[in-house]
């Protein structure tokens, strides 16, 4: 009977594992930020060559590698390039709430970065992300005629939902390798600020918490101390082979006398407030032994009283 539950709960566990291995979870940490076309007088890449490039964001607060992503990117239908992020460079681990920036240049030759497709901005362009188990992460199709020179189609904020044309005004700028939306405040606390000018709420709201984590520092304290006597006193009834609890109350079982208490609270006291030098509790004594010597003897070097 034990050897068919064990089989049973081995053949779960097989199923469980076979299961898990064949579903594998997308990576919802990366996600397509940021895409420019036509790169005339925009960003430049380490060769000094303005080219369009992609951006990828790591919306989670953990890092991201991108080795063995893949970036697809259609400008007709039937008609999908393929790059596959090389694995074995260090700079594809994207920190988290960072940038990483791909530059479609066609020229995969000149490092991890550079795509092996180019984009035509006359045409509606597709752009896919997809993870190391060729799983769709996430894409965008950018509708022809949308952008212009040095114009980008980027989220409205890193990792938002809603897109928007970049470059086309002052205040909305094209960000590579950056926040697609710059914050110069903190709404939170100027609206703090704004009902709470003197700090009166803040004083009140700091020494509720310190007060609250100190009730809940009595009330552990508190539950821990009753254990240890309950259990220290149900060691004594089994060590006296007491069983009514009402006598192991009135005989104090598992209760300490004053005195010791006293006793240990002194010696602790004592021992914090260094009372006593540092003394060696081991006492060794040697004997000494010398033979006698007329030289050495006393009588020889002491001067005698004359006679009258």
Request: with cysteine; hydrophobic share 40%; net charge neutral.
């Amino acid at each position: 009977m034990n050897k068919k539950r064990i089989g049973i709960l081995l053949s779960l566990a097989m199923m469980l594992g076979l299961a898990s291995c064949g579903e594998k979870e997308v990576n919802t940490k990366l996600v397509l930020n940021e895409v420019l076309i036509e790169n005339t007088d925009n960003f430049q890449d380490d060769y000094g060559v303005q080219s369009a490039w992609i951006e990828v964001f790591n919306k989670s607060y953990t890092s991201a590698d991108l080795a063995g992503f893949q970036l697809r990117m259609s400008n007709q239908a039937g008609d999908t390039a393929t790059y596959s992020i090389p694995k074995g460079d260090v700079l594809t681990l994207v920190k988290p709430r960072q940038h990483s920036l791909f530059w479609a240049d066609g020229q995969p030759n000149r490092g991890t970065f550079h795509t092996n497709f180019v984009m035509d901005g006359n045409t509606a362009t597709w752009v896919g992300l997809y993870d190391s188990g060729k799983k769709l992460v996430d894409q965008i199709t950018i509708p022809a005629g949308t952008l212009q020179a040095d114009q980008s189609y980027a989220r409205i904020s890193d990792a938002s939902a809603e897109w928007e044309v970049k470059g086309a005004t002052a205040d909305k700028y094209v960000t590579p390798s950056t926040n697609n939306k710059t914050i110069e405040g903190n709404a939170k606390m100027e609206k703090f600020q704004s009902h709470d000018s003197a700090g009166i709420g803040m004083a009140i709201t700091a020494m509720s918490v310190v007060f609250f984590g100190l009730i809940l520092l009595y009330i552990c304290f508190r539950a821990i101390g009753k254990l240890a006597v309950s259990l220290r006193r149900r060691n004594a009834m089994e060590a006296k082979d007491i069983t009514c609890k009402q006598e192991a109350k009135e005989k104090k079982l598992g209760e300490a006398p004053g005195e010791v208490i006293a006793a240990i609270s002194l010696a602790m006291h004592e021992m914090q407030s260094d009372v006593h030098d540092v003394e060696d509790t081991v006492l060794t004594i040697t004997r000494v032994k010398r033979s006698y010597s007329p030289w050495s003897s006393k009588i020889y070097t002491l001067r005698e009283t004359p006679k009258k």
